[in-house]
């Protein structure tokens, strides 16, 4: 074994799990973390893998839904995220969320006490120094300025950049429970906690119009003369830019009533409902979901307690908003996601393209087994693209789907980036199968064989965890 580390900067999500895969197959890794030295415009605390946004990591069903399966995934090769999420996992349906505070407090715990991770706070604000000859770049959709600058004189490349818009969280003894009720759509869930997972908050036709209409009119942030032209990523759009887009934009988005019956008047079908999803263990806190905004402090208190059963909210953090940065990685990075121009730079997390809390760390996951196999001498290939992994890093690095002007956008997970699959045309009783039955039935084919070539793919994985 050598006893040269690895670098990895950035401790979010993705430099985290990097690390924590370098250093459980036995290599001595350091982690550089600016935060507590430096912050940023969205932290809160200096926390290893702080989660920003949401504390939701999205659908934890592997068998038809590809952020689950990608959850599975990464719980077969040891994800440290994923295991501190089970363990400070909150009532959320069908979903896993977690206490954010817990979450990152045991992400750090477990990092702080690996003999082989050693964790140094200060800014590394230019191209690593020559002598680091295996270096994870996960600085996140925050990276510094002047980290930012160096790679761009690097690479040649614009950045791309999209803004990110947080929602607000509320105080759960705040919400009016005479109005709101606790359901999560389709009675989703394992257990009855999960199915009551969500406070609903139910409009009618008159409160949704009288709504959209302050949302559009409120003041909101203004952006500078060098921002306006960002575009935004589509799977997070600020609330009141969806309600730009047309009246009926949010009914059929963040605010659908389907799957819900109001249980203070089950007769009378809403004609909208906003969502809050449990924030923390205690149930004290509740996210507004899909409600990430840009609009002015003053104004959110005004326009969401406009909502019925948020009259009265107290809010333990307002929405805002801040800038992402990422590479054009399909023409800069290679396969093992190294720079091209420079491959002792491996880049890990949202900075390369992905998007999502599970997706960043998925990208350190696989960055960290890609160095470390490197380091010990035992090359490695991606997962198979039939995976959720191996679908990831495909998209980044070169199989992304163009936008009109070819540009690379951000990506979730989703089976849209798989290769097409075999599926039964009819069930166990020859019936033909259609519409959900048939969708379904592709979802678990899509799976079933993800999962089957991701046992295969880490049998011949050369690196042996320690």
């Known amino acids: 074994m050598t006893s040269s580390p690895i670098h990895v900067v950035g401790g979010g999500l993705a430099g985290s799990e990097a690390a924590w895969q370098i250093a459980e197959a036995g290599t001595p890794v350091v982690v550089h973390e600016m935060r507590g030295v430096r912050g940023t415009e969205a932290h809160q605390t200096d926390g290893l893998a702080e989660l920003v946004c949401s504390n939701s990591f999205r659908s934890d069903d592997a068998a038809t839904n590809a952020v689950g399966l990608l ?10 995220i994923l295991a501190a999420g089970d363990a400070c996992q909150v009532p959320a349906g069908g979903a896993l969320a977690v206490d954010r505070e817990a979450f990152s407090r045991a992400v750090t715990a477990k990092l702080a006490a690996h003999p082989l991770v050693e964790i140094r706070r200060e800014e590394i604000d230019s191209l690593p ?18 980290l930012a600058t160096a790679i761009q004189d ?7 950049a999209f803004f990110d818009a947080i929602a607000p969280i509320v105080h759960a003894d705040s919400v009016n429970l005479d109005v709101a009720w606790f359901q999560s759509r389709y009675d989703k869930g394992a257990t009855e906690a999960d199915k009551a997972a969500y406070l609903n908050c139910p409009l009618d036709r008159e409160q949704y119009d009288a709504f959209v ?16 032209d960002t575009p935004y990523f589509e799977g997070c759009l600020p609330i009141e830019v969806m309600a730009e887009r047309g009246r009926e934009t949010l009914r059929h988005g963040p605010m659908k009533p389907r799957g819900l019956t109001n249980t203070h008047d089950p007769m009378v079908k809403p004609h909208a409902v906003v969502q809050l999803r449990q924030d923390n263990a205690l149930g004290t806190l509740f996210n507004m979901v899909g409600f990430q905004t840009k609009l002015k402090y003053a104004a959110q208190a005004d326009v969401f307690r406009a909502i019925p059963g948020l009259e009265n909210a107290t809010f333990a953090r307002l929405g805002g908003i801040h800038r992402n940065t990422f590479l054009n990685s399909p023409k800069l990075l290679d396969a093992g996601l190294r720079l091209k121009a420079q491959p002792r730079l491996r880049f890990a997390g949202q900075i390369t ?3 999502g809390y599970v997706e960043s760390a998925a990208m350190g996951l696989l960055a960290g087994r890609f160095a470390v196999a490197e380091r010990l001498g035992r090359p490695l290939d991606p997962p198979p693209p039939t ?11 070169g199989g992304h789907l163009s936008g009109s002007k070819g540009a690379f956008q951000p990506m979730n997970v989703n089976f849209g980036l798989f290769p097409p699959v075999a599926v039964a045309t009819e069930n166990a009783d020859g019936k033909r199968l259609k519409g959900k039955m048939k969708a379904d039935a592709r979802k678990r084919a899509w799976t079933a064989r993800a999962l089957a070539d991701l046992d295969a793919w880490r049998a011949r994985e050369p690196v042996v965890a320690a």
């Open 129 to 146: 120094p020559a002598d680091w000859d295996s270096v994870i770049v996960a600085t996140g959709p925050l990276t510094s300025p002047a």
């Open 154 to 160: 690097l690479t040649g490349e614009d950045e791309l």
């Open 353 to 355: 393209g992905v998007e």
């Open 387 to 397: 995976t959720a992994l191996g679908a990831l890093i495909a998209h980044v690095t």
């Open 71 to 80: 959850h599975e995934e990464m719980r077969r090769l040891g994800s440290v």
């Open 213 to 228: 209409d302050a949302l559009v009119a409120a003041p909101k942030t203004e952006f500078k003369d060098w921002e306006k």
